[in-house]
């Protein structure tokens, strides 16, 4: 059963009775959450990949540079760190709950790992873009000193973290938030008047 499924079924069932059962609740969310962390699982570790090579790479750069670069690099190194510690402070939101858990303990629990996605791209401007942008501009002052270049290379960065910002601004308004106002509809459903969080979450069968 998919999402347009069962908000279909909930449409026929002001007018038909049509009742969902536990099951296709727990399938529907189960695939949902399955599909969700494989991308973020991906995306952590492409992410995690990355720090390595770019502190591999980076590193040596700071071993015959001046104080300006050498303080360039410690702080792409620290944000290197930062973007490490961050997401996988974050992968760890929503611990999986019991086999045997209600629906509703499964649909909060999905609830708050896409919350905590949410504020993960959120504040990317702090956590991700700017330990990055601003260390390796400093890394570029430091051994070109004020000039066009360096010039340049600020507008470069700087259009290129506000590209960063925005994708993932759009990644939350299109996919993220959607996917929570999903869980809520399920969650509100379930808990509604007509439901039961621990048995059969819509409503009974007509008399």
Do not use: C
């Amino acid at each position: 059963m998919t999402l347009e499924d069962t908000r279909a079924a909930w449409r026929a069932y002001d007018d038909d009775l049509v009742a969902l059962d536990d099951d296709d609740i727990l399938a529907l969310v189960k695939s949902r959450a399955a599909q969700f962390e494989r991308q973020i699982r991906r995306r952590d570790w492409r992410e995690l990949i990355a720090s390595i090579v770019g502190a591999v790479l980076i590193a040596p750069i700071a071993i015959h540079a001046g104080q300006i670069t050498r303080a360039g690099v410690a702080v792409v190194l620290a944000g290197l760190v930062l973007i490490a510690a961050t997401l996988t402070r974050a992968s760890r939101v929503g611990s999986p709950v019991h086999v045997d858990a209600p629906v509703n303990a499964v649909l909060r629990a999905e609830q708050s790992r896409v919350d905590a996605q949410i504020r993960l791209l959120g504040r990317v401007l702090w956590w991700y873009v700017l330990p990055i942008a601003v260390g390796s501009v400093m890394i570029v002052a430091g051994s070109r000193g004020v000039s066009w270049f360096t010039a340049g290379y600020v507008v470069v960065v700087a259009l290129l973290s506000g590209g960063v910002v925005w994708l993932n601004a759009r990644a939350v308004r299109r996919t993220l938030r959607p996917l929570r106002d999903e869980l809520t509809e399920l969650l509100a459903q379930i808990e509604s008047p007509n439901g039961s969080a621990d048995r059969t979450p819509f409503a009974q069968e007509p008399q």
